[in-house]
């Protein structure tokens, strides 16, 4: 099997907890925050990023939500924290609490093996 030339996405794992100011607001007060403040930030600083939100404050005291960030590249993720870290959202509205960041399947790509994937039908 050919290795891979092509940079990989860069995925990250942002682990998050609200603050009290985020959870003082309204949802409407929250998702005006988001469209207007920290979404207006990231797009005019950076292209070729893509992301997802999961709540866990459910299951989890330490880290409340989880956000999944796919860059196209390592510049663009690094202009993506960049921008992040210039908005309220960046410990005022949240603490991150850590940050996982990695490329899938980054070994076969190493070692030009096949991917080991599960795949239920």
């Given at each position: ?6 940079a990989?996405?860069?995925t ?6 609200t ?25 005019s ?5 893509r992301?997802?939100?999961?709540d ?6 330490r880290?409340t ?12 993720y690094?202009?993506?924290i ?20 990695g490329?899938?399947?980054?070994y ?5 093996v096949?991917?080991?994937t599960?795949?239920?039908?």
């Amino acid at each position: 099997m050919p290795v891979e030339k092509t940079a990989p996405p860069v995925t990250a794992f942002m682990l998050i907890k609200t603050t009290p100011e985020w959870l003082a607001m309204t949802p409407q007060e929250r998702m005006n925050a988001f469209s207007t403040q920290v979404v207006p930030a990231i797009k005019s600083k950076t292209t070729g990023v893509r992301s997802r939100f999961y709540d866990t404050e459910f299951y989890s005291t330490r880290v409340t939500d989880v956000w999944v960030w796919e860059a196209d590249d390592h510049d663009a993720y690094r202009l993506l924290i960049d921008a992040l870290r210039e908005t309220p959202f960046w410990d005022r509205y949240f603490t991150v609490v850590d940050l996982l960041v990695g490329t899938e399947n980054g070994y076969a790509r190493t070692y030009g093996v096949e991917a080991v994937t599960t795949i239920t039908t």
